[in-house]
């Protein structure tokens, strides 16, 4: 675990990239938005006990499988989800790696009410993971800064969900390093790229969404108002959707050895309606109908990196993703 905190902390925060423009792309594997609701804060929860590197893992979890950008995560004692004290969550798998950041700064207590806690409610298939800082003073700003917040995560919807709390305003005294890192991102183990991201950025009166799939990771300017929801929520079908070669939903695919080919296998019953295929930018890289329960889909033009196969059909959309 060592090794992989310091890269995602690494990876997240401190890589000198330029700054790009933020854009908000329609098909990104999430969509964003923005609501208002009464923060109710979490009352007995559980304590995080951190780590040497911060970090508290979910052991509750383990057996169940929660799906991010498409993929299953089926936790065990290899295959993690675990939160830090700096306020963001990390879900792990064999070749993946998931963040979702509501603070993501060195944080100190303000006094003896800063407490780091969680809750692990429902029924197994449908449980929701609640995390919760609680009235932490962000080393980076003013000297009376603080702020509490939540992190939601949804396993029967997929929904994932940033809560900002009660804090000392939302003037804007940050910079892209200093504020508070809110987003989710999707990386392999190896981090050596970013597949996806959907960053929060600039001023939260006024945010910007940068999709741009690189490891340029800007802070907010401001703590977002006390109530601030920003939520993102799957484009792809949480339980209907298989990684490749796997039975899901009766739709299987398998890439030639040179990657330059995607066989597709479809259920007779399905054989009908529309394939797309979209990259991490969210463009429309291919689209065909359907001819038959057996394609094969000329990828030699497509560059390489990783893809989401969408079938739509009967008024339904599955998909499965794969990397060339």
């Keep these: 675990m060592e090794q992989i905190n310091m890269l995602v902390t690494n990876s997240l925060r401190f890589l000198p990239f330029f700054a790009l423009p933020g854009l908000a792309l329609s098909q990104n594997s999430y ?30 979890l383990d057996g169940e499988t ?35 950041d509501g603070v993501n700064q060195p944080m100190e207590a303000v006094d003896a009410t800063s407490t780091v806690s969680y809750a692990i409610n429902g029924t197994p298939g449908n449980k929701e993971l609640l995390v919760q800082w609680k009235n932490w003073h962000m080393t980076s700003g003013p000297a009376d800064n603080y702020l509490s917040c939540q992190i939601a995560i949804d396993q029967a919807t997929g929904v994932m969900e940033v ?6 305003g939302s003037d804007v005294v940050y910079t892209d390093l200093t504020g508070p890192y809110c987003g989710i991102a999707y990386m392999p183990t190896n981090f050596s790229t970013c597949y996806e991201k959907l960053w929060v950025e600039f ?19 401001n703590a977002p108002p006390p109530n601030t929801i920003y939520r993102f929520t ?15 939903t009766g739709m299987h695919a398998w ?15 399905a054989a009908t309606g529309t394939l797309e295929l979209f990259d991490t930018m969210g463009r429309c890289a291919g689209r065909w109908p359907v001819s038959g329960a057996s394609m094969t889909l000329p990828l030699q033009e497509m560059s390489r990196g990783s893809y989401l196969l969408t079938h739509t059909a009967h008024g339904e959309r599955t998909g499965l993703r794969f990397v060339r």
Excluded: C, K, M
Excluded at 39 to 55: F, H, I, K, R, S
Excluded at 163 to 168: A, E, H, V
């Design 31 to 60: 969509s964003f938005d923005q609501s208002t609701a009464p923060y109710t804060e979490l009352v007995g929860g559980t304590a995080l006990v951190p780590d040497g590197q911060g970090a508290d893992i979910f052991s509750e």
């Design 163 to 168: 809560r900002y709390g009660p804090n000392s």
């Design 234 to 248: 799957p484009r792809f079908s949480v339980t209907g959707v298989a990684d490749v070669g796997s039975a899901g």
């Design 66 to 100: 929660f799906w991010f950008y498409g993929l299953p995560f089926t936790f065990d004692a290899n295959h993690l989800i675990y939160a830090f004290d700096t306020g963001y969550l990390i879900a792990q798998n064999d070749s993946s790696v998931v963040a979702i």
């Design 203 to 221: 001023n939260s009166f006024d945010i910007v969404l940068d999709s741009v799939p690189n490891f340029d990771f800007d802070a907010l300017h």
């Design 255 to 269: 890439l030639s050895e040179d990657g330059d080919r995607l066989s597709i296998s479809l259920p007779a019953s």
